[in-house]
Structure formats: C-alpha cells, structure tokens
Nanobody
Framework: QVQLVESGGGSVQAGGSLRLSCAASGRTFNNYSVGWFRQAPGKEREFVSYISWTGGNTYYTNSVKGRFTISRDNAKNTNTVYLQTNSLKPEDTAVYYC??????????????????WGQGTQVTVSS
C-alpha cells in the first residue's frame, strides 16, 4: 500500500506561483510513476502532468506547458514529487490530486491506470 498526501495548495492572484507536493509513505516511492490531475467545480477531472518512476520522462497537458514543472529526486529518497506552478491563471483553479502506479504508464493521462490517489489540495487563483 502507498499513501499519498498532497500539500502546498492555497489562494494566489493571477501570475502567482505555488509549489505542490505529493508525499508518499508505506513503500519505497522510487518505483512509482506519478501523475497530477485536477478537477474544477462542475468539470471532469483532467490530466495535468506526469513523471516516470526514473524521472526520465515527463509530460504536460498543453494548457500548462511552459508554466508548470514536475520533478522528483529519487537519489535523496525524499518520497516526494513536486509540481511547481508558475504564472497561474484563474482557469487553473481546481482541486489538484496526485496519483501513483508502480513503474511506468503507457498512457500517463489515463486516470484508470493509477492505483493510489491522494485526498487533493485546493488551488484558487483570483484575477
């Protein structure tokens, strides 16, 4: 079992930044790929970003490319994946969830491939 806890959300003005964290416990996190998803009120959950278990592969949805950066440092065994969010826009407002699956994902944007989910952290961006 892997337990995931997100943190770092908050309320910021447009153009601001937040660093979201996804902390894992229960097992060595180095073998798990991680995806970030978000869900805004009244909308479907959508894929945001992905990092492979090695950290060698990353993906982003088009709307956040150039503004968000996903990262991990397996060498430090922090069991944490980060999502740096910059130049935030009101349309980024949502609950952000991290999810994990062991090893890689052939289709990182498919939420059904992930076995473990966190409880979410709220990001609110005002104009």
């Amino acid at each position: 079992q892997v337990q995931l806890v997100e943190s770092g959300g908050g309320s910021v003005q447009a153009g601001g930044s937040l660093r979201l964290s996804c902390a894992a416990s229960g097992r060595t996190f180095n073998n798990y790929s991680v995806g970030w998803f978000r869900q805004a009120p009244g909308k479907e959950r959508e894929f945001v970003s992905y990092i492979s278990w090695t950290g060698g592969n990353t993906y982003y949805t088009n709307s956040v490319k150039g503004r968000f950066t996903i990262s991990r440092d397996n060498a430090k065994n922090t069991n944490t994946v980060y999502l740096q969010t910059n130049s935030l826009k009101p349309e980024d407002t949502a609950v952000y969830y991290c999810a994990a699956r062991r090893y890689g994902a052939t289709t990182p944007a498919d939420a059904r491939l992930y076995d473990y989910w966190g409880q979410g952290t709220q990001v609110t961006v005002s104009s």
